[in-house]
């Protein structure tokens, strides 16, 4: 998700400071969905505010030798225009799974077993963790949630409950040694067949 559209929809809402930004996106459990960076959301901030995208709504002084002033941030009009260019963005962005292991499976068979197997398990633990925190979250929260924060988590219950699939399958495989084979062909027998395949249009 882009950083700009959370911190611009957040601001939509109400008036914030960066750290009740980052401290909403905590309490409506985003984290578990989205990575998250303190560096990347001050930074975001800054760039919105030189573009004019939000302003200071208020300037709190904050008590104590060297503490910086507190600078509470709402939207500007261009940044509610901005905002919707952002959001309808987002609804046409194409889906490309890019699961972590992914990359790691073409080479998976010139890894440790041992530790391949380990580490599969680890991913697994995690997904459980994430589905049950999820599902935790959903069943309190649901009631009072807009519907489309709630279709939100719906959605992410629902994709990591397949990762547990696909993880489970991986980890029978990986347990078995079958994950671990090389090719059933040699590279100059696929090349071979290839060349007897008809061309693929682009």
């Given at each position: 998700?882009?950083?700009?559209?959370?911190?611009?929809?957040?601001?939509?809402?109400?008036?914030?400071?960066?750290?009740?930004?980052?401290?909403t996106?905590?309490?409506?459990?985003?984290?578990?969905?989205?990575?998250?960076?303190?560096?990347?959301l001050?930074?975001?901030?800054?760039?919105l505010?030189?573009?004019?995208?939000?302003?200071?709504?208020?300037?709190?002084?904050?008590?104590?030798?060297?503490?910086?002033?507190?600078?509470?941030?709402r939207?500007?009009?261009?940044?509610?225009?901005?905002?919707?260019?952002?959001?309808?963005?987002?609804?046409?962005?194409i889906?490309?799974?890019?699961?972590?292991?992914?990359?790691?499976?073409?080479?998976?068979?010139?890894?440790?077993?041992?530790?391949?197997?380990?580490?599969?398990?680890?991913?697994?633990?995690?997904?459980?963790s994430?589905?049950?925190?999820?599902?935790?979250?959903?069943?309190?929260?649901?009631?009072?949630l807009?519907?489309?924060?709630?279709?939100?988590?719906?959605?992410?219950?629902?994709?990591?409950?397949t990762?547990?699939?696909?993880?489970?399958?991986v980890?029978?495989?990986?347990?078995?040694?079958?994950?671990?084979?090389?090719?059933?062909?040699?590279?100059?027998?696929?090349?071979?067949?290839?060349?007897?395949?008809?061309?693929?249009?682009?």
């Amino acid at each position: 998700m882009s950083m700009k559209l959370m911190i611009l929809g957040l601001l939509m809402e109400s008036e914030r400071h960066p750290y009740e930004i980052r401290q909403t996106i905590k309490m409506r459990n985003w984290s578990e969905c989205f990575k998250l960076r303190d560096g990347s959301l001050y930074y975001a901030v800054d760039q919105l505010r030189e573009d004019s995208l939000i302003e200071a709504a208020e300037v709190v002084s904050v008590p104590g030798d060297n503490r910086p002033d507190k600078t509470i941030y709402r939207v500007t009009d261009k940044g509610r225009a901005a905002f919707n260019e952002l959001l309808y963005a987002q609804f046409k962005q194409i889906s490309y799974p890019q699961h972590p292991l992914f990359l790691a499976m073409p080479f998976v068979r010139h890894s440790d077993p041992d530790k391949a197997i380990a580490l599969i398990e680890e991913q697994l633990e995690a997904s459980e963790s994430r589905i049950q925190r999820m599902k935790a979250v959903l069943e309190i929260k649901e009631a009072f949630l807009p519907r489309g924060s709630a279709m939100m988590i719906r959605g992410f219950i629902q994709f990591s409950e397949t990762e547990r699939l696909w993880l489970t399958d991986v980890l029978t495989e990986a347990r078995t040694g079958s994950l671990f084979a090389g090719p059933k062909w040699t590279l100059e027998e696929i090349e071979a067949y290839l060349k007897t395949q008809p061309p693929q249009e682009k």
